[in-house]
């Protein structure tokens, strides 16, 4: 009964056969050299969770399985009270521990891992932003495209349009002079009093359209705030180019956008030719300071408007550019 009693306080651990049969190594004291695979360094020196590089490690006491401080603190807090490699019981933070020897390892091995991290970071944030420039030149560009479809239709609906007023206008020209002619038996109060009930009626519909889109164009304004009015003009030097733009865009844009509106605007209009292989931004831009002599200042492409209105534009009017044609 004593034995059973005994073994019972015994702790029993749950051990693979590899851990039952394996053999301790002798500790290496002179200088031998061992190759590693880098790989399976790395492996051993990665956090499950958040797959970086361990910081402040953290080992767990049951299973041996290392993570960084405020990852394992987080799953402990978040999820289930378990280990998220082997799903071994974790009963709190105390079931963690430093592990002082790994973060020694890592320092050594990695000396220079604040800069690297610094660098990395530097490095993802050009990559969002060159992203987010190139959608917003997308957008730009389908919308140019979307708009000269519209004006298209448009001016096809307006020619049909005109065909069947003119149609129709001949038809109500020959109702109105049998109008006429009936009206002229009957009495005379009667027929106008009709036209002026509906001629009042037509009135108060016109000024309720009216008042209705005012009140549209107004929220309209409201909520564009964030909008530039640009007028782009050729450049006193620009020879093939006459025509004048005006629009309306993000004040975020760059000068390179401009650059390829310019572009997508002519060709559609049809005062530029298609090239094979054109440059990616092919129009210069230019500002004018206000000077007697009128000079004017070439502007970087990737600078944006806003910036370029805070500068150079003190006036309570939109902003005025100059393009060149470098292909002129």
């Known amino acids: 009964m004593a034995t059973d009693s005994a073994q019972s306080n015994v702790k029993s651990w749950e051990l693979t056969l590899y851990e039952q049969h394996r053999q301790p190594h002798e500790p290496i004291t002179d200088n031998t050299e061992i190759a590693v695979n880098p790989k399976e360094l790395l492996s051993e020196l990665t956090c499950p969770i958040c797959l970086d590089i361990l910081t402040n490690t953290m080992t767990t006491k049951e299973c041996l399985h290392r993570f960084c401080n405020e990852c394992i603190n987080t799953a402990l807090r978040n999820a289930n009270k378990e280990c998220p490699t082997c799903r071994k019981k974790l009963v709190s933070k105390r079931s963690l521990r430093p592990d002082p020897n790994t973060d020694a390892l890592i320092a050594k091995l990695f000396p220079n891992r604040d800069e690297y991290q610094a660098h990395e970071e530097r490095i993802l944030e050009k990559i969002s932003k060159q992203r987010t420039q190139s959608a917003l030149a997308e957008s730009i560009e389908e919308g140019l495209r979307f708009q000269a479809q519209n004006?298209?239709?448009?001016?096809?609906?307006?020619?049909?349009?005109?065909?069947?007023?003119?149609?129709?206008?001949?038809?109500?020209?020959?109702?109105?002079?049998?109008?006429?002619?009936?009206?002229?038996?009957?009495?005379?109060?009667?027929?106008?009093?009709?036209?002026?009930?509906?001629?009042?009626?037509?009135?108060?519909?016109?000024?309720?359209?009216?008042?209705?889109?005012?009140?549209?164009?107004?929220?309209?304004?409201?909520?564009?705030?964030?909008?530039?009015?640009?007028?782009?003009?050729?450049?006193?030097?620009?020879?093939?180019?006459?025509?004048?733009?005006?629009?309306?865009?993000?004040?975020?844009?760059?000068?390179?956008?401009?650059?390829?509106?310019?572009?997508?605007?002519?060709?559609?209009?049809?005062?530029?030719?298609?090239?094979?292989?054109?440059?990616?931004?092919?129009?210069?831009?230019?500002?004018?300071?206000?000077?007697?002599?009128?000079?004017?200042?070439?502007?970087?492409?990737?600078?944006?408007?806003?910036?370029?209105?805070?500068?150079?534009?003190?006036?309570?009017?939109?902003?005025?550019?100059?393009?060149?044609?470098?292909?002129?």
């Not at 036209?195 to 009626?201: A, E, L, Q, V, Y």
């Not at 390179?256 to 997508?264: F, R």
């Not at 007697?292 to 370029?308: A, K, W």
Request: aromatic content about 6%; glycine content about 4%; hydrophobic content about 25%.
């Open 151 to 328: 004006r298209q239709s448009r001016s096809r609906k307006s020619t049909s349009s005109k065909e069947n007023s003119v149609d129709g206008n001949d038809g109500n020209n020959n109702d109105d002079d049998e109008d006429a002619h009936s009206n002229a038996s009957l009495p005379g109060p009667s027929a106008p009093g009709r036209r002026k009930r509906s001629f009042t009626s037509d009135d108060s519909d016109a000024d309720s359209l009216a008042s209705a889109s005012t009140t549209q164009g107004s929220l309209i304004t409201n909520q564009i705030s964030d909008d530039l009015e640009i007028i782009l003009k050729p450049h006193p030097k620009e020879k093939h180019h006459t025509s004048v733009k005006y629009l309306k865009t993000a004040a975020v844009a760059t000068i390179n956008h401009l650059s390829k509106y310019l572009v997508i605007r002519l060709l559609v209009d049809g005062k530029r030719e298609q090239i094979k292989q054109p440059p990616e931004y092919p129009f210069k831009v230019y500002v004018s300071q206000s000077t007697p002599t009128q000079s004017f200042i070439e502007l970087d492409g990737n600078t944006p408007l806003e910036q370029v209105q805070e500068r150079y534009w003190k006036f309570n009017k939109p902003l005025t550019l100059y393009y060149i044609d470098e292909e002129s």
